[in-house]
Each structure stands twice: as structure tokens, then as C-alpha cells.
């Protein structure tokens, strides 16, 4: 083996495997290892054979086998197995080598190892990746960042195998310092909780309400693909319904309605309320796949309750259809919400690590490639061009104008199905958010109230400067004499 690689990728996993095909696909010749050479020798000998692939079988050979400045892709499990490598390789490279963890690490284990690594000389890029098995073979988005000096050596190679948008533009664009690059992506797949959970309901509403055949369903996704909501996603949702398996039976009612989860969406979820910042939706959809889980529990309370779901009483093809425009424009706006919180979620994150995320390049960036591609993303980047310090989508005067539109659907489908029993944390969640955001006046007065009376927490006031707080002597006056307060300083 006389000439040197171009890049090596360590982990031949799924998406190891696929990545690594994708960069060779493109002009690189890469070097591959697994801690199993076992799987290493697999792969050289079937997806690998005859291109432009070598195998290190040991990891202090992957260094000598490098073009200089070496860069190195980790497609390993989160968490420890993360920091035992970059210990382990560290001691091979030299100063201006770029290590690239892949992988979906937390930000916070990110942050920590730009700075391990930094300090001795590396160059650490903590990558988001998004598009599952199919994204890293055919392209995925990329969401990269941590040492700023790195972006020139792995630009080119990453913006070549990513998702190309529509108009051509690669959906791989430096993300900023630190960690922020893997908390884009966590954000990324928040959002895909929220997104999976409502269009889920949506299907539940058709199934047990409306009495939709799944074939009838997919036809109903099929068509919303086509319009303003069209996205991955919905587009899936359609095809799985569709599906038969060879007995004849409908695919998805054989599926045990249990659902699993591997972090992201409650690291989400835990970021969230360390940095204050609402995720409703986001996190009633992780925790309606806790409460999926309990399925033997949940059999035992069925038992116990008598279900309230029944059908729509007017089935007619009228009334069906009318319910199915609610359906979707209920839908459009939860969707719409769930974007809009993480997007918050990433501004507030931004302004506290001084990060300085560019709201609008980052939708750009989910245009091609990734779980949550959707229509409406060029909306998003068009809404922060307009104002670089929108506080919400929810107030750019275009997703307003569709939420006023759509707001009487919404409150409908909600309603019935309340009314009806079926579950739907998502959709009334994004409705009740809705309601909170737009309200100027809500009852955390007495909830302030009340923590001063018991605990002397203080509160504010309405005719003072916010900042100032107060605390009224609850216990010493009687309720027939005139509260009083003083200023806590």
C-alpha cells in the first residue's frame, strides 16, 4: 500500500459503513478500522472491493497511513467509548491533525473536548449528521462545528457528499464554536419528536374518529404532501400505510404500538429547561413515547375505564372531508409550532455560549438530506433574512398570517378529539402554546404570589421597573388590613 489515504473513518457501523462509501464515492480514498477487525475485513471484502478503500487493522496504523493534516471520522456510540478514543488516537497525530466525531454526541461532551483537544494542538469537529442509513450513502446534511480552524480542511469533502438542495446548494454550512454543531443537530431531532408525534395523531384521529382505512389515510398524507405541508415525513407516513405484508395484512397494524427513543429528544427536552426555554411540544412527544411503553400497564387501565372513543356520529363523504381540512391545517400549525420552539430553543442557546447561530443559514441547512426536510424551511430562512432578531416564527407576519387562518381548525380538531378520547398531547400542546405565547396577561401573578407567601421568594410589579423585586409581609398582616411590602435589594 504505497499511497496515503485521504481521510480515515473509524466505526463501520450502519451509517459508518455508508458514509464511508459516500466520501469514496466522491474522490476520497479512505481508510477504514473497527475495533472488530472481523468487521473491518467484511466490509473490504463485500461493500468495499475493488474501490478506493484501505484497512488498518490496528489503531496506531491509521496515522502513518494518512495525507497530512490528517482527518479522522468517529462513527462510534456516544458517551465514553467517544473520549477512550480520543485518548487513544491523540497520542499517534500531531498538531494541526482534525478528529471528527460524527456521531450524536451530547454539546456539552463537545464543548469539553474542543478544548481537550485544542490544548494539544488538534483540531476537533463535533458534526451533526442527519439522514439516517439513506442520508450518509446518498447524502446527508451536515452540521459542523467546534474548532473554527478545521472548517477550511474538511470543507470541500463535506460539502460534496452532503444533500444538495434544490437549487444545488450543499446542506453543509460551518455551524459556529463549541458544541453548537451537535446541539443543531439535537435540536434537529427534537423537532423530528415533535413532528413524528403530531402526524401520528393525526393518523389516530383518522383511524378511530373518522374511520379511515389505512389505505385512506396514506391517500389523505399523499395529498398533503402536495401542499404547503409537503416533507419527508408526511411523505413516509403515506408509503407506510400503503404497505402490505405477504399475508395480505396491513404492515403498520402489525407493529406493537411501544416506541423507543435513544436520547436525543431528551437531551432536548433537559436543554430546554436549563436554558428556560418552553419546549412543550417537544416534550409531551417524548413523553408519549414513555407512556407508548407502558403497553402492559396500559392494557390493565383499559380495562378498568370505559373508553369514551366513538366514531364521528356524521359520516357522511361531506362532513369526512371537512374534518380532513381541519385535520390538516391543525397539523400545518402544531408543525409549524415545533419548529418554532426549536428554533427559540437554538437563539437562546445561541445568546448564552456565544455561539452567534445564523437562525436562517441552519434552515437552509435541513432543506436536503436530513428526517425533517420540509417545504416551509425556505419560509423559515426567508423570515430571518427579514428580521435577524425575530424572537419567534410564531410573529413573522407570514407564519401569523397562516396561524390566524388556521386557528379556528385547529381549535376544532383539538375539541373533538378531547371530547372523543383520543390522545393528543402533541396537537394540544402546540395549541395551548400558541395560547400562552399570544396571551398578554397570564395567572403567574398568583403563582408569584403564592411562592412569596410561603417560601419569601419576592416577585415584581406592575408599576415598577422590571429587575426590581418585592416581598409583602403575608404572615404578620390579617386579611382585613392592608397588605404590605418592601423592596428586597
Known sequence: MNELSDIALIG????????????????????????????????????????????????????????????????????????????????????????????????IDSERRVQFLEKKGLLYVATGVSGGEEGARKGPSIMP??????????????????????????????????????????????????????????????????????????????????????????????????????????????ILDAAGQKGTGRWTVENALAFGSPLTLVAEAVFARSLSAMKEERIVAAKIFDSPITPKADNSTASINSMLQDLEKAVFASKLVSYAQGFALMR????????????????????????IRSRFLEKIRDAFAQNKNLTNLMVDPYFAGVLRDVEPSWRRIVSHAVLAGVPVPALSSALAYFDGYRSSTLPANLLQAQRDHFGAHTYERINEPRGKFFHSHWSTTTSNESLTFEEVK
Open 145 to 254: 462545528g467546534g474548532s473554527a480552524a478545521a472548517w477550511p480542511i474538511v470543507r470541500d469533502l463535506f460539502q460534496a457528499i452532503s444533500a444538495k438542495a434544490n437549487d444545488g446548494t450543499p446542506c453543509c454550512d460551518w455551524i459556529g464554536s463549541g458544541g453548537s454543531g451537535h446541539f443543531v443537530k439535537m435540536v434537529h431531532n427534537g423537532i423530528e419528536y415533535g413532528d413524528m408525534q403530531v402526524i401520528s395523531e393525526a393518523y389516530d384521529i383518522m383511524r378511530r374518529l373518522l374511520m379511515q382505512s389505512n389505505t385512506q389515510a396514506a391517500e389523505v398524507f399523499a395529498q398533503w404532501d402536495k401542499g404547503p405541508m409537503a416533507s419527508f415525513l408526511v411523505e413516509i407516513t403515506a408509503d407506510i400505510l400503503k404497505r402490505k405484508e405477504a399475508n395480505g395484512t396491513d404492515a403498520v397494524d402489525n
Open 12 to 107: 463501520l457501523g450502519v451509517m459508518g459503513k455508508n458514509l464511508a462509501l459516500n466520501m469514496e464515492e466522491h474522490g476520497a480514498r479512505v481508510l477504514v478500522y473497527n475495533r472488530s477487525f472481523d468487521k473491518t475485513q467484511e466490509f473490504m471484502n463485500s461493500e468495499a472491493k475493488g474501490k478506493n478503500f484501505d484497512a488498518a487493522k490496528v489503531l496506531g496504523e491509521i496515522a502513518p497511513l494518512l495525507k497530512r493534516p490528517r482527518r479522522i471520522v468517529l462513527m462510534v456510540k456516544a458517551g465514553e467509548p467517544v473520549d477512550d478514543l480520543l485518548k487513544s488516537l491523540s497520542v499517534f497525530l500531531e498538531p494541526g491533525d482534525v478528529i471528527i466525531d460524527a456521531g450524536n454526541s451530547n454539546h
Open 348 to 371: 437562546d442557546a445561541s445568546n448564552a455560549q456565544n455561539w452567534n447561530l445564523d437562525l436562517g443559514k441552519i434552515a437552509m441547512l435541513w432543506r436536503g438530506g436530513c428526517i
